[in-house]
């Protein structure tokens, strides 16, 4: 072993000790050693074994031992039968909105039960390069999270931005930290070119201009310029929607956001700022009315609510594979359309009685599905902003719609090519025909057949795929899929707790 490789083998062990927020010396307990021995490991001038790399990466959670491996691939075995309870996890979307708001607050905010996911960490990633101190508390995935009196923008880690999208919803905090900065461009989904530009509109009455060049965005802030009038957006995104609502809640004077979208994500973060001690009025409307204030410095706890998004994923793995399964904490208000859709297709189930999630607003139930014989819907299954059909639900009504009897045309007319891997539904036997890059015909029912796929560079069409395999007769193998762990925590491992049969490997 080479001074290079331990060097890189500490700094691969001290970034995985940092990332599950123990001291050298607490990692040095858990390893029964010194923290000295610790430190010269870090250091990279200790000569490791693979059973010390193995032991530090358990103790670390971390895959350590597999430096220089490639990608993760998933060998599915079909078809199957699902049986269980399973519980909906903390919302992606919601997690990574209150990550950036948090650099709204100049005091300690502790978010409870956050979705541990790779999207989640790039974002810490960045947050942790600026200045912004993370730990996390406890297994329940509780995070602390401490801004620095200065952040260093000259810091930041390009890499970890440039693999996540949710780099451009910086842009509502800083423009009140600093009067320059610059941000790498973004990256992750590849969903086709979704432009900055409803961003930007919605941040120039704050005095934001935004030149983008040379792979970075470079802002300027004009502190003369204010809101004078309320604030239209061109779109009613999500992400666009977050980063005015960020921008307002450090504008001492009333801010009024129109078209704004009301979806799951938006009113956990409405409801962070508001423990901040923001106004914020018309939470679930298109119109926002924010009332800020200067500065913003209180220890907040807050608890995101659960992933509507998740909560399709687990009920499409039901339905696939005509399972009976109970799915607990979902979020009703931002899965009703899908239900009543799902029920005009002949879907079964049944629903508890309502109750309120950790942050005491968002309305839960437990859903338990049935068997059901599914046939196509009248109409074409298309999404539209909350509380229209959920915009990453779609695909999801791909694999449902090839086990339903009849044809079933999907319009997701949001991206321009996201519709495009649903073809990849074929490979296992299905019959999905391209229309145009927004439309699919879907035909069933299928009998799915497992084969080899490498898995669509897109979230929610790779988890579709990943879905359909379970339905799959004999074995399937699907390659590369990072992309999956961007949005979902642990989620191969939670449905083999269902009945599934899959395994997780790499090549050697």
């Not at 001290?14 to 040095?28: C, E, F, I």
């Not at 001690?277 to 995101?304: K, N, S």
């Not at 005509?322 to 189930?349: C, H, Q, W």
């Not at 997701?412 to 015909?441: C, F, Q, S």
Request: net charge negative.
């Amino acid at each position: 072993m080479t001074d290079g490789y331990k060097g890189r083998i500490g700094n691969l062990i001290r970034d995985a000790r940092k990332h599950k927020g123990l001291t050298q010396a607490q990692l040095a307990d858990l390893l029964n050693t010194s923290q000295s021995a610790i430190n010269r490991i870090e250091q990279g001038q200790q000569n490791l074994s693979l059973e010390m790399i193995a032991r530090v990466g358990a103790a670390l959670d971390s895959s350590l031992v597999d430096i220089g491996a490639g990608p993760t691939h998933l060998r599915v075995t079909g078809p199957t039968t699902l049986s269980g309870e399973i519980t909906v996890k903390t919302s992606k979307n919601a997690g990574v909105a209150l990550l950036v708001g948090s650099l709204l607050n100049r005091g300690r905010t502790t978010l409870r039960k956050v979705a541990r996911i790779e999207e989640v960490n790039r974002i810490i990633e960045v947050l942790n390069s600026i200045g912004v101190q993370t730990r996390w508390l406890n297994d329940d995935n509780d995070l602390e999270i401490v801004p620095p009196k200065e952040l260093r923008l000259d810091a930041v880690d390009e890499a970890a931005a440039r693999r996540t999208r949710s780099v451009i919803m910086f842009l509502g905090p800083l423009l009140h930290r600093l009067d320059t900065f610059e941000l790498p461009y973004a990256g992750g989904c590849n969903l086709g070119t979704r432009t900055v530009e409803p961003h930007l509109s919605a941040l120039r009455p704050f005095g934001l201009e935004v030149k983008a060049t040379d792979g970075a965005y470079h802002a300027s802030v004009n502190r003369e310029i204010q809101p004078g009038r309320p604030i239209v957006l061109t779109e009613r995104g999500d992400t666009v929607t977050e980063n005015a609502l960020m921008a307002a809640a450090l504008h001492p004077g009333t801010t009024v956001i129109r078209n704004a979208s009301s979806n799951y994500m938006v009113q956990d973060l409405c409801f962070y700022l508001q423990k901040l001690g923001v106004e914020v009025e018309g939470i679930g409307t298109t119109t926002l009315r924010v009332t800020g204030r200067e500065v913003i410095d209180v220890d907040v706890d807050y608890a995101p609510s659960e992933d509507p998004i998740e909560a399709m994923s687990l009920l499409t793995a039901a339905i696939v594979t005509d399972s009976e399964i109970t799915i607990k904490r979902v979020p009703i208000e931002f899965m009703e359309i899908e239900l009543a859709t799902l029920e005009e297709m002949g879907f079964n189930y049944t629903l508890s009685e309502e109750y309120l999630a950790l942050n005491g607003k968002t309305r839960l139930v437990d859903i338990t599905t049935k068997h059901s014989v599914l046939h196509a819907p009248l109409d074409k299954i298309h999404p539209l902003p909350f509380p229209g059909l959920n915009i990453d639900n779609l695909p999801f009504f791909a694999a449902i719609a090839a086990v339903a009897q009849g044809q079933t045309l999907l319009h997701d007319w949001v991206y321009e090519n996201r519709a495009i891997y649903l073809t990849e539904l074929n490979k296992l036997g299905g019959n999905v025909t391209l229309m145009d890059p927004h439309r699919v015909m879907i035909e069933g029912p299928t009998h799915f057949s497992g084969t080899e796929i490498v898995c669509p560079p897109a979230l929610r069409p790779a988890v579709v795929v990943l879905l359909a395999m379970l339905a799959s007769k004999g074995t399937s193998v699907l390659r590369s899929t990072y992309v999956i762990a961007r949005g979902y925590e642990d989620l191969a491992e939670r449905l083999n707790q269902l009945g599934a049969n899959i395994t997780a490997f790499r090549d050697i």
